[in-house]
């Protein structure tokens, strides 16, 4: 998804670290996304966690919100595309 929108601003990236490098420069920074720190340490938390059902619950309820607030926000950007 990170990917998706990074090719919405011809941002050219095929790497793991470097997806999360610049959907933070291009979105978090920019403060398009929110994460209450980075997009670095809200995908690379599941390193640091142990593989309990509480933690892979809220990991996979938190890629879910992320899902579709991209999805919210490719839908802004195609609606903005059409009236302009």
């Known amino acids: 998804t990170a990917k998706a ?3 919405d601003k011809q ?3 095929n790497t793991h ?7 933070d ?3 978090v920074t920019t403060g398009l996304f929110n994460f209450g720190g980075t997009f670095r340490e809200h ?5 640091e ?6 933690f892979a619950l809220a990991y996979l309820s938190d890629a879910l919100k992320f899902a579709e607030a ?3 926000f490719r839908q802004t950007i ?7």
């Open 11 to 13: 941002v050219m990236c």
């Open 70 to 72: 991209t999805s919210k």
């Open 78 to 84: 195609l609606e903005n595309a059409k009236t302009n």
């Open 5 to 7: 929108l990074l090719l």
């Open 49 to 54: 966690n142990r593989p309990t059902k509480e």
């Open 25 to 27: 420069k291009h979105y």
């Open 17 to 23: 670290n470097g997806i999360i490098n610049d959907f």
């Open 43 to 47: 995908i690379l938390r599941i390193n």
